[in-house]
């Protein structure tokens, strides 16, 4: 019997999250029924929440009062779900040109959650969340987890990047009583450190794996090299990513667990994630609707997301800059949220140091895009094993400090051997789906 599970479970996460002020278990309780509704009453209790959204928008968000000045509107005139895409996308660019003017003037700023994101796209956003919208992400990541059979208070090992460290006793303490997380770092995935993973995940023994599709992929072709196995891994949430059909096929192979994809961004949070069945994404709708204007169960079409909960900064028509296909018919689940088929256009390339180690593109994207100053897009991209080039598309506040940050960063992912040069651009070049690609590798895989 796992008693710290039942402890943590039943005393010390409702404990923790009152005192955080997200409790999240009646919203919990309330999405595992409401999942089950019908796909028309899912979308009536859309529609009613878009009405509700658009009167908020509209009276406390300047950015959204003059826009439906400009269209000669008011939300009264958006009669059904339909008519919503009346209103004009908003972009990554808008977003980050209006920030101020989107945020509305009923919350004070200092109540909001502030989030930050360099995206798939290397175009790093600042945005909030109010503290209502932040429980319901919480409670819907607990509901779309609990359909690979994770639940709070279960060991889960965590194949993720940029992880600081348990470095107080007060978070050691914490993550042992309550998220009960083992952290392996992507960006310290050598084949030695890769080597003591796998050591940790036998002392650990946690059922279930959560982590950057290709770091998991990467992860899994090391273990098949070295005849590794039996780490008593049950399930696995792959994000970040969406696996190729070979991909997963070789992670449930070598880990002998099931895979459950999961599409989401940090500026909403879950999108949408596989259930037991494997077909296709359910769309976590009581908080999202997601429209695929241009696109069918065939035809890849863009991704246009509103988000029905944060009304301190609303997102609404919001291009992620993603395509998919849909399915138009059920589950045989028998939830009644709508479906993804499949995700297209999002990707980044393995990139490789000198000496030959794998590095997954996702796992570095935030530290290039965010972190260093003046930069408003990047592009990596690997010519010889030795060199990159660096794309950049700058800002004003781009400068000596900037190419300090630069210089430490580059050894710091790719090791002293790695040379780099820059290429200021004004623009980085979209793929042929309408996609920045934060990585690219024209190099052949070394040996």
Same mark, same amino acid.
């Given at each position: $019997?796992?008693?710290?599970?039942?402890?943590?479970?039943?005393?010390?996460?409702?404990?923790?999250?009152?005192?955080?002020?997200?409790?999240?278990?009646? @919203?919990?309780?309330?999405?595992?029924?409401?999942?089950?509704?019908?796909?028309?009453?899912?979308?009536?209790?859309?529609?009613?929440?878009?009405?509700?959204?658009?009167?908020?928008?509209?009276?406390?968000?300047?950015?959204?009062?003059?826009?439906?000045?400009?269209?000669?509107?008011?939300?009264?005139?958006?009669?059904s779900i339909e008519e919503l895409s009346q209103i004009p996308i908003l972009t990554k660019a808008d977003i980050r040109n209006n920030r101020e003017e989107l945020l509305s003037t009923k919350y004070d700023p200092a109540t909001l959650v502030p989030k930050r994101t360099g995206g798939s796209t290397g175009v790093p956003l600042h945005l909030y969340w109010d503290r209502e919208a932040t429980a319901f992400k919480q409670a819907a990541t607990q509901r779309h987890d609990a359909w690979s059979g994770y639940r709070p208070g279960e060991k889960l090992a965590?194949?993720?990047?940029?992880?600081?460290?348990?470095?107080?006793?007060?978070?050691?303490?914490?993550?042992?009583?309550?998220?009960?997380?083992?952290?392996?770092?992507?960006?310290? $995935?050598?084949?030695?450190?890769?080597?003591?993973?796998?050591?940790?995940?036998?002392?650990?023994?946690?059922?279930?794996?959560?982590?950057?599709?290709?770091?998991?992929?990467?992860?899994?072709?090391?273990?098949?090299?070295?005849?590794?196995?039996?780490?008593?891994?049950?399930?696995?949430?792959?994000?970040?990513?969406?696996?190729?059909?070979?991909?997963?096929?070789?992670?449930?192979?070598?880990?002998?667990?099931?895979?459950?994809?999961?599409?989401?961004?940090?500026?909403?949070?879950?999108?949408?994630?596989?259930?037991?069945?494997?077909?296709?994404?359910?769309?976590?709708?009581?908080?999202?609707?997601?429209?695929?204007?241009?696109?069918?169960?065939?035809?890849?079409?863009?991704?246009?997301?509103?988000?029905?909960?944060?009304?301190?900064?609303?997102?609404?028509?919001?291009?992620?800059?993603?395509?998919?296909?849909?399915?138009?018919?059920?589950?045989?689940?028998?939830?009644?949220?709508?479906?993804?088929?499949?995700?297209?256009?999002?990707?980044?390339?393995?990139?490789?140091?000198?000496?030959?180690?794998?590095?997954?593109?996702?796992?570095? $994207?935030?530290?290039?895009? @965010?972190?260093?100053?003046?930069?408003?897009?990047?592009?990596?991209?690997?010519?010889?094993?030795?060199?990159?080039?660096?794309?950049?598309?700058?800002?004003?506040?781009?400068?000596?400090?900037?190419?300090?940050?630069?210089?430490?960063?580059?050894?710091?992912?790719?090791?002293?051997?790695?040379?780099?040069?820059?290429?200021?651009?004004?623009?980085?070049?979209?793929?042929?789906?309408?996609?920045?690609?934060?990585?690219?590798?024209?190099?052949?895989?070394?040996?």
């Amino acid at each position: $019997m796992d008693l710290i599970r039942l402890l943590a479970q039943n005393i010390f996460i409702p404990l923790s999250r009152r005192r955080e002020g997200f409790n999240t278990s009646e @919203i919990v309780r309330e999405l595992e029924r409401s999942q089950f509704l019908s796909l028309d009453e899912i979308r009536n209790r859309q529609f009613a929440k878009i009405k509700d959204l658009l009167n908020e928008a509209y009276e406390f968000v300047p950015y959204y009062r003059a826009l439906f000045k400009r269209l000669g509107a008011t939300p009264n005139d958006i009669k059904s779900i339909e008519e919503l895409s009346q209103i004009p996308i908003l972009t990554k660019a808008d977003i980050r040109n209006n920030r101020e003017e989107l945020l509305s003037t009923k919350y004070d700023p200092a109540t909001l959650v502030p989030k930050r994101t360099g995206g798939s796209t290397g175009v790093p956003l600042h945005l909030y969340w109010d503290r209502e919208a932040t429980a319901f992400k919480q409670a819907a990541t607990q509901r779309h987890d609990a359909w690979s059979g994770y639940r709070p208070g279960e060991k889960l090992a965590q194949l993720w990047g940029a992880f600081t460290g348990h470095s107080s006793l007060r978070a050691r303490l914490y993550n042992y009583l309550v998220t009960r997380w083992l952290v392996l770092d992507t960006l310290e $995935m050598t084949e030695e450190n890769s080597f003591e993973y796998v050591e940790k995940l036998r002392r650990y023994r946690p059922p279930f794996l959560f982590g950057h599709a290709h770091s998991l992929y990467i992860f899994a072709l090391f273990l098949e090299k070295n005849n590794i196995d039996n780490l008593g891994i049950r399930s696995i949430i792959s994000s970040a990513e969406m696996l190729t059909d070979g991909e997963r096929q070789k992670i449930e192979e070598v880990f002998g667990a099931e895979v459950y994809n999961r599409y989401g961004c940090e500026e909403l949070s879950v999108v949408a994630s596989e259930c037991e069945q494997h077909e296709g994404l359910h769309i976590c709708s009581e908080g999202l609707y997601v429209e695929v204007p241009d696109g069918d169960e065939e035809k890849p079409g863009k991704l246009i997301i509103t988000d029905l909960t944060n009304k301190a900064m609303p997102f609404i028509r919001y291009s992620i800059e993603d395509n998919a296909t849909v399915y138009n018919k059920p589950c045989a689940c028998g939830r009644g949220l709508p479906r993804l088929k499949k995700l297209h256009g999002r990707s980044a390339d393995f990139l490789y140091t000198p000496e030959g180690n794998i590095i997954s593109g996702i796992s570095i $994207m935030d530290n290039f895009a @965010i972190h260093i100053p003046g930069v408003w897009q990047v592009q990596l991209v690997q010519d010889a094993l030795d060199h990159l080039l660096v794309r950049i598309v700058r800002t004003e506040q781009f400068g000596e400090a900037s190419l300090r940050k630069l210089s430490e960063t580059v050894p710091e992912f790719f090791g002293d051997r790695m040379r780099y040069d820059i290429e200021y651009v004004d623009e980085i070049e979209k793929t042929a789906r309408g996609k920045y690609q934060f990585a690219i590798s024209r190099i052949d895989k070394p040996n």
